[in-house]
């Protein structure tokens, strides 16, 4: 069996190699191979120094997540990371690749640290709902100072080698072979006379007063409702408090709790959902994927504009295509000042803006895209419209060129069929802003290749998108789920509730924000045309709420026209409640026949949310998604839904889908049909299952 720590000696060197593929990840396997080897370089009278490195793409990517939730196997990693610190030979980390989480604090434990240029480090345990729990709080502080730490710790982002050398965190960043460098580093440091320096015996130097109380305050929205970032700050705050010894334990018991909390549990489910998204039964991976190496975009509107520029970013050239001069000139006008935008908020540098824009053409002959290897049409939500580009695409672009409809409810297959290449046709549902948002759901139509899928799902990648796979229905999976989401919380409005008292539960449950508010952002008119549209179909007994109907046919569309679900002040975003909706609603109340009560908010959640998991369980059985942690990975990533819940259907399984089945069916009894429990959503309850057991 392949070793998953490695050992060597050379030059008077034991080199310790973690190989554990794909991400070196701090298994319990790897926990002890690394504290057996320290111990037998340690007793090895040949050896004055010790190296620790990884092999493959990386240095090590930390604790195996897939761990967390198991019985813990001795020994734990801070016991590991006590053997390397407390070693009295000089132990050097020579880091390449990511050295993230676990995988940085133990070169945290090692006496020094060397980098290749490649080398990122990072804890970015808090996006998983915890706080590092080796050492990383007690150690960061004492190498780099508190506030840097602080930085480091919250935001859990990575820190290039080049930053990581300025900061402090690493001793050398070098160029050619990093382990040959490594064991020269050792070899040095090994003629020095006395025990290395260890990291938790350096002087913590106190912030500024008031450092932490301002801290507090600034992450207050974005972590309301969360453990983590809370806890990161205490135990970070502890190294000006406590011995290093006692902060260890604190940080211990503070990461234990993180650990087994149901944020962190649903946290690290999107991480796995995440990569899981990615893995398609029918496309394999290793089906060949079509180079990309010119992209067109048709529209320059909003989303054309957005999409183009992540391309574009990317390093991808991308021509957009609009056959009106002027508004072309317009939208390219808008991707400057966009770009020019991110400049100011320090988002992109000013060599990487004048490459991004240079990447981008306006075009208004189609026959300047022809030789695009894929075309993302982004044009007004109109199928006859998009058939006629369609048809003739196919006719201008090259064979084989993939042809992408950025449609967010229109049927892909009808598209597909006015082509003669309905296998290269497919949807691809950028969520806006395109350039910010990261979900795509990649619509897959009853033609579409694997091939196509592959190119299409390596590109959304290549954009740092999160592309999952759909089928095709109005609406596709996220925007299906959000209608019958947002029409409970219209029908709330009739029954008795106001905007802001629905919107501030959801906000309290943990979105940015709620239906109303999200709805002033999008613009009222983007879905009353969808209503429109709907409206020949929807059948005559179905209940249908016409109050934002009424909000439009008074010119009300949002935040753009500075009124709609609320008021706003000129210049300003806050939403102020305005007593001309709540006469709308008190109307159509009266109209409809509602005797207006008192709702309560519990009520509000369960109705918007359970409807939201209801409709998700009959895609699930429709097969429109491949897995339930699908839909999650959607609502995440597209739709604001809070992290730290899992997403709608782990949050579902949390509550136990018995809980969620008996809540439906009470709502169905009172208020009809919409709430009738989808027949997989009943066996599972009945079955005493979740959605994680399909
Ligand atoms: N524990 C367990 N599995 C891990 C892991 C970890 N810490 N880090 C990565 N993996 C797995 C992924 O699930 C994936 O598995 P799959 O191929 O079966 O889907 C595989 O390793 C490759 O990861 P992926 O993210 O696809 O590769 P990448 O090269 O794009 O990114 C990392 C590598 C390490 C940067 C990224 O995986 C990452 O950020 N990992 C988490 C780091 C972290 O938070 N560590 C702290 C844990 S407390």
Known sequence: ?????????????????????????????????????????????????????????????????????????????????????????PVVAALHGVAYGGGFELPLGCHFRIAAPSARVALPEVTLGLIPGAGGTQRLPRLIGVEAAVGVILSGKPVAATSALSMGIVDEIVDGDLV??????????????????????????????????????????????????????????????LPFDEGLKKERALFLECRESEQSKGQRHIFFAEREAAKIPDVPRDT??????????????????????????????????????????????????????????????EADKDACLGLIQGVTDIADIKDADIVIEA???????????????????????ILATNTSTLDVNEIAAVTNRAEQVIGTHFFSPADIMRLVEIVRGAETSAQTIATVMAMARRLKKVGVLVGTCDGFVGNRMYHHYTRQAHFLLEEGALPSQVDKVIYDFGFAMGPFAVGDVAGLDVSWRIRQRRAETRPADERYSPIADRLC???????????GWYAYEDGSRAPIADAVVEDVILGVSKELGFDRRAIDNDEIQERCLYTLINEGAKILDEGLALRSSDIDVIWIY????????????????????????????????????????SPLLERLALEAKGFKDL
């Open 638 to 677: 597209g739709y604001g839904f809070p992290a730290h819940r899992g997403g709608p259907m782990f949050y579902a399984d949390q509550v136990g889908l018995k809980t969620v089945y008996e809540a439906l069916c009470r709502l169905a009894e009172v208020h009809g049909d919409l709430f009738v429990p």
């Open 553 to 563: 046919e008074m010119g009300r569309f949002g935040q753009k026209t500075r009124a």
């Open 180 to 241: 040959d460098a490594a064991i020269a580093f050792a070899l040095a440091c090994a003629d020095k006379e006395g025990p290395p320096t260890r990291v938790r015996d350096l002087e913590v130097a106190e912030p500024e007063p008031g450092f932490f109380e301002d801290g507090r305050k600034k992450i207050a929205r974005r972590a309301r409702g969360l453990i983590a970032p809370w806890h990161c700050i205490e135990s970070i705050e502890n190294t000006t408090k």
């Open 288 to 349: 060949p994927a079509l180079a990309i190496q010119s992209v067109a975009v048709i529209g320059c509107g909003t989303m054309g504009a957005g999409i183009a520029m992540c391309v574009a970013d990317a390093g991808i050239p991308v021509r957009i295509l609009e056959t009106d001069a002027d508004v072309l000139e317009k939208g390219l006008a808008r991707i400057t000042k966009s770009c020019e935008g991110s400049v100011k908020r320090g988002r992109l540098s």
């Open 1 to 89: 069996m392949r070793d998953l720590v490695e050992y060597a000696t050379r030059d008077g060197v034991g080199v310790i190699t973690l190989n554990n593929p794909p991400v070196n990840a701090l298994g319990a396997g790897v926990r002890q191979g690394v504290a057996d080897l320290v111990e037998r370089a340690r007793a090895d009278g040949g050896v004055q120094a010790i190296v620790l490195t990884g092999a493959g793409r990386c240095f090590c990517g930390g604790a195996d997540i897939r761990e967390f939730g198991q019985p813990p196997i001795p020994p734990s990693l801070p016991e590991v990371i006590d053997i390397i610190e407390s070693c009295p030979k």
């Open 379 to 401: 044009v007004f939500e109109d199928l006859d419209l998009k058939k006629e580009i369609f048809a003739k695409l196919d006719t201008v672009c090259r064979p084989g060129a």
